[in-house]
């Protein structure tokens, strides 16, 4: 049974590093269940049964308490019964269980000694490089940038998971005894994955992170990473899709009018259909950004010249993008929002209330009325999918007590990584603790600009500060 359990275990480990799963419907609610989520749970239930069975259950070993705040903060944000929905609520509340106290149970007790940690770990890097690759074949083949993505939903918490999860495995790759091929088959894809992302702020995170392992190793190692990165710079935009660079820095820039997230074509497409609704002045904006780019072509022309026909003596309405000038990031009046929920509230909004409650709070901000499937206007006239500000998020809905419970957690597992590093003595522990301690390091940067707490990222999250917990305990005792 144990042998079974491992096993699922493993499975785990592998199925955590997607966000792809199925749709479900309660009520009014959408219920996005990963197959992961379905895997810890009956990995759990099986679990519980045997230890039950075996009277083993007082036994086990529990998460850290630097895990619990959060969850129990959760679950105490509900007892106020604000103005969220139950439902939603409800939801949050069972993926951080199964996040920060399910999981981590099971990473726990089944990685709870070197020689069965290596094996989970294992599993992780053979997943790691399968989302490098997959994301590789949809960089290189799909037409919109957004979705090129791979196991993930969109290129924004694919960014996210690689800053998390590709310096972890450069420190493996360098510090744990391995053969010359087994490194090379990790570098590659850290290297391939730096190269594809599309998300300029876990670039950023990613590369000092990076950079950092290799500083930890040696300072020769240092060199030649500056030196690969300095040569990325100049040749990849040869090599890369078209407007990489420039999706990198308006992922992250102040006053955006195009976020190149689709190609001319697609927005010449997106032209004629908003034409067609009769949206004349959203076609023309893309017709504009078309023809600073210099690229619009006949049919081009002929459109603007119906556009313009059609708006002779109009003036812009409320709510619409202009054509002839830039406009501050959603990203930033986001954050300006919920920096004003926050003072008016300090003790928390509630559960699942951060859109709800920031919706409130733009006071005379201009704000724009797109659909949440217009990806032309992505972090221009509508939150771009990916984007949310994590220790935002967590200060809005649960207060000041729910971003200290988050930082305890990222503190305390930093201080951990550094710890473990110093008292290593095999190489997996310093690989663990130097990849750790560099993605952690910068994690406020990815935290900042996308939500490492969601499907896909959380899990591995976790799953890292587990082998740290697991590899220090092993080191000291």
Known sequence: MQKLLYLLVAACVLLMNTQHGIRLRAGEDVINLGIVDIAVWLTFGLWMISAIAKKTLFRSKLPPVAFIALPVLAILSILRLGDFGIGTAGKEIFQLAEYFIIAALLFINFGENEAKLRGLISVFLLGASA??????????????????????????????????????????????????????????????????????????AMLAALLLVLAIRSAKLLAIGLTAVLMGIILLPGILRPDHAKILTNSAAVYLENNYLLTTDELLGRAKTLYNQGRYFDARRLLHIIDNEDKLADEGERLLDKVDKKLTGRELPDGILPHDRPVVAVRYKRWQAALK??????????????????????????KFSYGTDETEAFNIGIDEP???????????????PGLLALLWIYLWALSRSVKLFAVAKTGLSRGVAAGATASLAFFPILAAYSDVIVRGVALPFVFIICCVHILGKEETE
């Open 131 to 204: 989302v490098v690759l997959w994301a590789l074949i949809d960089y290189m083949s799909s037409e919109t940038a957004f979705t090129a993505s791979g196991a993930y939903g969109n290129v924004n918490v694919l960014g996210a998971y690689f800053g998390l999860a590709l310096p972890f495995v450069l420190g493996v790759a360098l510090f744990d005894d391995l053969k010359t091929w087994q490194r090379v088959s990790l570098i590659v894809p850290v290297a391939v994955g730096a190269a594809i992302t599309l998300s300029g702020a876990a670039l950023a």
């Open 341 to 366: 929920a926050v003072t008016h509230n300090p003790w928390g909004h509630g559960l699942a209330a951060f859109q709800e409650t920031v919706g409130q709070f733009y006071g005379k901000m201009p």
């Open 386 to 400: 990916g984007t949310f500000n994590r220790f935002l998020v967590t200060t809005v809905e649960l207060g000041i």
